[in-house]
């Protein structure tokens, strides 16, 4: 049972281009989630998906950063004309649709890709 | 106010000892969860705990277990028998009832030395 998947696990862009970062949840998961953690801080929540719906974008900087997760394929993370300060660690997390009665699930979190603007 | 408070940045314990690593948490709702993730210096992120808000129970995994204190709102993490593996930063989370995304602490570094 493969967990999350994420690609590339590395990526270089220079400024003023565009990355796309791909994540497949894990089997039976239909709910998507994307954190990005800047050097030496925690994981910051940006967007929250299910199939073809943006759920919460909160935390999704409101220019440049576009999020889907399509009826079919991977979910895909969008930075539209990079600067330095995207350069991060990207996660993505899956979880199984949320049970009657219970609080919370726990995310399964994949490797992460590696962004790094020059 | 900061959601989630880790207040040790960093943390060394003797191989083979235990260690607490402290998690305060801020929330009005009743209802939450709360998580503990390790990440290692390859980078990837561990769930390791989880406690429920109405749990009764103190939650435990192998050698992790959760001190869930929750009048003070604090949830500790203890690993007994630490091993050098255990050497990571780690994070505490806290989701919210009917928001179904994680906020993170700061997170504590630990180190275990032989």
């Known amino acids: 049972n493969a967990g999350v998947m994420q690609n590339p696990r590395h990526l270089v862009r220079r400024r003023g281009q565009e990355a796309r970062l791909r994540c497949s949840p894990m089997k039976g998961h239909s709910h998507v989630y994307w954190y990005r953690q800047l050097p030496e801080e925690g994981l910051k929540f940006m967007v929250y998906l299910q199939k073809e719906n943006i759920i919460d974008e909160s935390g999704m900087p409101k220019e440049r950063f576009s999020a889907e997760f399509p009826k079919e394929g991977p979910s895909i993370l969008r930075i539209q004309q990079v600067v330095r300060g995207d350069s991060a660690a990207y996660f993505c997390?899956?979880?199984?649709?949320?049970?009657?009665?219970?609080?919370?699930?726990?995310?399964?979190f994949g490797p992460g890709t590696r962004l790094t603007v020059t | 106010a900061q959601k989630i408070t880790q207040t040790q940045p960093g943390m060394f314990v003797q191989e083979k000892e235990a260690v607490t690593l402290d998690c305060t948490y801020d929330t009005s709702d009743q209802s939450y969860g709360l998580f503990w993730y390790k990440q290692p210096s390859s980078g990837e992120m561990i769930f390791l705990i989880y406690q429920g808000s109405y749990d009764e129970q103190n939650a435990t995994e192998g050698r992790y277990s959760l001190n869930f204190q929750k009048a003070r709102k604090s949830a500790n993490l203890v690993i007994s028998a630490s091993q050098l593996g255990d050497s990571a930063m780690y994070f505490c989370a806290i989701m919210e009832s009917g928001y179904n995304k994680l906020i993170f602490g700061a997170g504590t570094r630990l180190a275990v030395h032989p």
């Open positions: 997390a899956s979880s199984p649709p949320l049970i009657r009665g219970l609080t919370s699930y726990e995310q399964y």
